[in-house]
């Protein structure tokens, strides 16, 4: 929320028939020590408040809240969106370090705490400077010369490792670690308590594509190559216990911050780690696999790893501990509501905070979603109850009671209270009672429902789309039906723009198959006779590029693996050609193909690659992008590869520059003039490539826009797997048949061979995409047929509907819409000092990538706002 409350709300005790938590009278009761598992909330708001600060208050004013809710057991703290997120706990973490020199601290490795390094890094090293001096004192802290930390006094504790994994790989926390915390922010290396597997045992012993087998902890060795891994795994085990004494040593841990995972983890404590366990050697769940995958190189690997985490325990030893979770975006709204509010259990690592009275959870307006409290708060501070919350409420209710809209009856809504709050104001507004309202209003929601369905069955004609996406398959997970819908009507034409390269999401093993097919396949006679075709290789043959995609399609038309595989390596030895310059001929191919063999070889999963590795890898990508669309007739010249710079292999991406990543868009958009634009439009999280993407995309609208103000375009949001949008904010439903579902699932199986495997994939699903697709869709569709009936669809006089098994919602949008829906982009030059002073990117593998980057006067793009 944006609107700020005074400060002084903050330290207000509400009334007991508030949301917020109870007050009670301090001469009334006596001091008493919560036990384990006692919510702070259950305390007094004096002792909750004496363990605030001024940060604290100030992220309070600023959030829009007047105070913690009782049903959240840890005190929450809201912020707009991610980048504030990464300030507030950059200067909850300055102001704890001002105060506890010597201290103890453990801090996150991922994406998760980009913006808290950037912003620390930028306080620390701009100490007195204006722009860091005003920030400082806005939140109440200190700013003199000898108030700036030392950062080189306090104990840094690493909070997990993989293992095994050498730490001197740049995809291991140790790395992590090493570059952003010690060489970034000045921790001593001297005193820091770190997770080195090198030291710690022989890991030559464990077969890294077997994995560690932990029985051998308490069953007798098979052979003399698991008694030496046994013999090893006591010595991890050893050095943990070892390492848990030397925290408690010190009094435990000062400071912790962490985020949080799918099933609640913090650290890598899973779903059903013991609330008192220690730090050891442990294996972790699927959704942590899923989540580590990026990181290892996929889940063929961090299915085989196993950690070593400082255990639940080791985090809340110290009382005083002030340990503080940050979640950002809606993905992580359930599991947030969860751990906040449900009781403390093993099933919810996250849980066991509940019991620490400095306990904090920092979370964005996205990642508060699912908070029930808070969200009737906003629904009762809001200044008018609109059609679209009655929609939102009445469908939640449907769906919570399995009722059909029409049969929903006043106790159904009583039971809700999110339901009674909406409907008893909307009434007001009206000047009817409830009773009055609810069969009026529920025939609205369900004629509206229905409006939509017909506005997804709509055919357009004569329409110029250009169907944008962040990854190669965004667009076909996210509506695939729909394009099919549209393609139909050969009035119509189609471009599709791929706006990132996508190499990161191009495992080694899959490159690596792919030259053994083309290393088979340049000694054949049909290579031979291509090759012979003065321009059939040539990069810039457009021919020749349709050449390779029909002759795959036509090998999966014969399900002729063979004739695939020649269109495979067509398209990869063009592809060398174009990136090497080698020449069509078998010996120039054979040493290039011996030489990536050789380089790959010698890699590690998930190490960056070289610059040509990364375009040999997207062009990769890129193929899969022409195939899929040429299912449905389309040439490569209709699908754009924009290749936006900001995508890179470095742990943060850059933010978007016009020059770079803005005016290849807006050239793409002035050559071909689209009637309709869509886009990924995904809730805030701005770390995320499909974020960024929607930043440049619609900067690139507005240009267009000022340079052809007579352009009519209209836009339509999508979302694939990541995220789902709400009947309630979809305005157009898209109608999917079995027969849809046939089609995506064939053509995403036999289109994106680098995706088959699912090397990277949802936490929610151990399979291909195009599964979890077909399960999202048709969920949306028993939400549809719960609010309408059952009788609806299957009496429906249309074959259509009656053949609906999935929906696919979408928002459609004008420009000025899509524009509200999309955060405002500013120059440099427009910054504040607050956001200017956390401009700085983190680039590369060295020491150097930490000197924060000036962005140009007039390319840079503000991210600092939320979407």
Not at 92 to 107: D, K
Not at 313 to 321: D, K, L, R, V
Not at 322 to 344: R, W, Y
Request: aromatic share 10%; proline share 5%.
């Amino acid at each position: 929320m944006s609107t700020a409350s005074p400060t002084s709300a903050f330290l207000q005790t509400p009334p007991k028939t508030s949301l917020l938590s109870n007050g009670h009278d301090d001469s009334s009761e006596t001091e008493a020590t919560p036990s384990p598992g006692t919510s702070a909330l259950n305390r007094r708001p004096s002792e909750i408040l004496a363990h605030g600060s001024e940060v604290e208050k100030m992220a309070m004013a600023k959030s829009g809240y007047p105070g913690f809710f009782d049903d959240e057991r840890v005190p929450t703290i809201v912020v707009d969106n991610f980048p504030d997120l990464g300030k507030v706990t950059a200067l909850r973490f300055i102001e704890w370090a001002q105060a506890n020199p010597g201290g103890v601290v453990s801090l996150p490795t991922g994406k998760t705490p980009e913006y808290f390094i950037k912003w620390v890094t930028r306080i620390l090293n701009g100490w007195g400077e204006p722009a860091v001096v005003e920030v400082l004192s806005e939140y109440g802290l200190e700013y003199g010369p000898e108030a700036k930390p030392d950062i080189g006094s306090l104990i840094f504790v690493q909070i997990d490792e993989f293992f095994p994994i050498n730490p001197r790989q740049s995809n291991s926390f140790y790395s992590y670690v090493d570059l952003l915390y010690l060489r970034g922010m000045g921790f001593d290396p001297e005193k820091a308590l770190l997770i080195d597997g090198s030291t710690i045992c022989d890991m030559s012993v464990f077969d890294a594509t077997e994995g560690v087998d932990l029985s051998l902890r308490f069953r007798a060795p098979c052979n003399e190559q698991e008694r030496r891994q046994r013999d090893e795994i006591i010595k991890v085990d050893e050095w943990c216990n070892a390492h848990e004494a030397r925290i408690r040593a010190l009094g435990g841990i000062g400071f912790f911050l962490g985020g949080i995972g799918p099933d609640g983890h913090i650290a890598f404590n899973c779903s059903g780690a013991d609330h008192f366990s220690t730090t050891r050697l442990s294996p972790i769940n699927y959704e942590t696999q899923a989540a580590a995958a990026g990181d290892l190189g996929g889940i063929e690997v961090s299915s085989k790893r196993l950690v070593i985490t400082i255990g639940l325990g080791t985090i809340t030893y110290n009382p005083e501990c002030v340990a503080i979770i940050i979640a950002a975006g809606e993905s992580k709204s359930s599991i947030v509501a969860k751990s906040l509010t449900q009781a403390a259990t093993v099933a919810l690592p996250a849980t066991v905070l509940h019991s620490l009275d400095s306990a904090r959870f920092y979370i964005t307006e996205g990642a508060a979603k699912q908070l029930a409290k808070r969200e009737l708060y906003r629904l009762a501070s809001a200044e008018t109850i609109t059609m679209e919350n009655v929609v939102e409420v009445l469908v939640d209710l449907c769906v919570s009671v399995h009722k059909e809209l029409v049969q929903l009856t006043p106790s159904d809504v009583a039971a809700s209270p999110r339901a009674a709050l909406v409907l008893t104001r909307f009434a007001q507004q009206k000047d009817m009672s409830v009773d009055a309202l609810l069969p009026r209003v529920a025939q609205q929601v369900f004629d509206l429902l229905v409006s939509r369905i017909e506005a997804g069955c709509r055919t357009y004609d004569s329409t110029r789309f250009l169907h944008t996406e962040p990854h190669h398959d965004d667009v076909m997970l996210g509506y695939m039906a729909g394009v099919m819908r549209q393609t139909s009507n050969p009035t119509n034409s189609h471009k599709f723009a791929c706006m990132t390269s996508g190499f990161n999401s191009v495992t080694n093993k899959f490159m690596v198959e792919q030259l053994g097919i083309a290393e088979r396949f340049i000694h054949t006679k049909e290579f031979a006779k291509l090759a012979a075709e003065r321009s059939y290789f040539d990069p810039a043959s457009e021919d020749g590029r349709n050449r390779d995609v029909w002759q795959y399609l036509d090998g999966v038309a014969a399900k002729s693996e063979p004739m695939k595989e020649q269109g495979i390596a067509r398209r990869l030895i063009r592809n060398l050609i174009e990136i090497y310059s080698d020449t069509p001929d078998v010996a120039s191919l054979s040493t290039r193909i011996s030489v990536l063999l050789n380089y790959f070889s010698t890699q590690y999963d998930g190490q960056r690659n070289t610059p040509d590795v990364q375009m040999l890898k997207g062009k990769c990508r890129e193929w899969e992008a022409d195939c899929v669309w040429a299912w449905l007739g389309w040439e490569t010249r209709d699908v754009f590869h924009a290749r936006l710079q900001f995508y890179t292999a470095n742990l943060f991406d850059e933010e978007p520059e016009v020059t770079r990543d803005v005016l290849p868009i807006l050239d793409y958009l002035k050559e071909y003039e689209p009637d309709v634009v869509t886009m990924a439009l995904d809730p805030e999280n701005a770390q995320d490539t499909h974020y960024k993407v929607l930043q440049a995309l619609t900067t690139a609208l507005r240009l267009y826009k000022e340079a052809r103000p007579a352009a009519q375009v209209s836009c339509i949001g999508y979302r694939n797997v990541w995220y789902r949008f709400h009947p309630s904010f979809s305005n157009m439903y898209i109608p999917v048949t079995l027969m849809d579902f046939a089609i995506l699932e064939s053509s995403f199986l036999n289109s994106y061979g680098s995706q088959r495997d699912a090397s990277f994939p949802s936490y929610e699903h151990d399979g291909p995409f195009s599964d979890l697709t077909q399960q999202i869709q048709q969920d949306q569709y028993f939400i549809l047929k719960t609010c309408l009936g059952r009788d609806w669809f299957q009496k429906h006089p249309e074959p259509l509907i009656r053949a609906t098994r999935g929906f696919v919602f979408l928002k459609e949008m004008s420009l000025d819409e899509f524009y509200a829906q999309s955060r405002a982009l500013k120059s440099a030059t427009e910054k504040g000092p607050a956001a200017a002073s956390a401009s700085g990117a983190i680039v590369g593998d060295d020491a150097e990538a930490l000197t924060p980057r000036k962005a140009s006067s007039h390319n840079s793009l503000d991210l600092s706002h939320r979407l």
